[in-house]
């Protein structure tokens, strides 16, 4: 149990003298004063660059080599967590095993607070073992306070059972940081309303988990140059975005990258491959399944090569 003198004395809890007056504000100043402290957050963010490409390289490598990136957290930032997750198969096409995410008080939590769970040490290693956490994963807890119990003893479970571990906190030197491998700290300061760490916290962590996740498929081969190949393009809009992708990859016309999808079966990654590499479907098919995903590796796997050198220039 969190000892409430304590948290009083946590960075993350301290009264912002910006907002002292907020309920007496017009709406205009309130928007006026949050936009200025959130304009805060990205310069914070930055200051933890280091540890996060730390972050990126573990999760990138688990990937790579078949394990997972668990996420852990309770309220906010298990909110921020499970969305996350849930973005990564429709940008990346990845298994919704790749990237999890564990939430105090289970999925029932991502719309109503059922925060009792987050004082429980017990429910954090009973849900994490579960998931069967081991050196080829990645768990990362996120907690504005760093101390919440649920997520701090997931990720010691994890730790202990091999795991690499990551902590996304905003208070310096907390259990949760020593307990990890990697420590992002962000400080973001006071917030506009305090301790309300959905606010700037949440921005802060929401960044740092973009960067994760869209950095470790990068480096995972997942993308190709700043394009997402892997994309299933089940709507208008997504088969129009294709499209464009294979435009502009492959330098060719319309004309081309619809006929090229199409012969693909709709796979954006497998048609760029045939385009790049000159191959058939099932050549290409092969070289992605061979490089493990990794598309521009299973183009270079495809061509002539005489071709294999240019290929990384493009």
């Known amino acids: ?160 059972r091999g795991a690499r571990t990551i902590a996304i906190t905003g208070n310096p030197g907390s259990p949760l940081g020593r307990a990890a491998d990697i420590e992002i700290f962000v400080e973001v300061g006071p917030e506009v309303l305090t301790g309300s760490t959905r606010m700037k916290g949440g921005t802060a962590q929401k960044l740092i988990c973009n960067m994760i996740t869209t950095g470790a498929m990068a480096r995972a081969g997942y993308i190709y140059g700043n394009l997402m190949v892997n994309l299933r393009p089940r709507n208008e809009k997504l088969v129009a975005r294709a499209i464009g992708m294979l435009e502009k990859a492959a330098g060719i016309d319309h004309k081309r990258a619809v006929s090229a999808l199409h012969e693909a079966g709709n796979s954006v990654a497998v048609a760029l ?13 092969r070289h992605l399944e061979l490089s493990g995903g990794n598309v521009r590796r299973a183009i270079e796997l495809a061509q002539p090569l005489s071709a294999r050198g240019s290929s990384r220039k493009s």
Not at 2 to 28: G, I, M, V, W, Y
Not at 128 to 138: I, L, N, S
Not at 273 to 285: F, P, R, S, T
């Open 273 to 285: 491959i045939m385009l790049k590499a000159g191959v058939g479907k099932q050549d290409a098919e």
């Open 1 to 160: 149990m969190s000892d409430p003198e304590h948290l009083q004395k946590l960075r993350t809890e301290a009264q912002n003298p910006a907002s002292a007056e907020l309920d007496t504000k017009s709406a205009l100043e309130i928007a006026r004063i949050i936009n200025d402290e959130d304009a805060k957050v990205t310069s914070a963010v930055a200051r933890a660059l280091p540890q996060i490409a730390k972050a990126i390289d573990a999760v990138g490598k688990a990937i790579s080599s078949g394990g997972r990136l668990i996420y852990v957290g309770a309220g906010t930032s298990g909110r921020i967590a499970a969305l996350d997750a849930a973005e990564c198969p429709p940008t990346f096409d990845t298994d919704p095993e790749t990237v999890q995410f564990i939430m105090a008080g289970g999925v029932e939590a991502l719309w109503n607070a059922v925060e009792e769970h987050e004082d429980s040490p017990e429910w954090g290693r009973r849900k994490m073992a579960r998931r069967k956490p081991g050196k080829q994963d990645v768990v990362a807890g996120i907690s504005a306070s760093g101390r919440t119990p649920f997520t701090l003893a997931a990720v010691e479970y994890s730790r202990s």
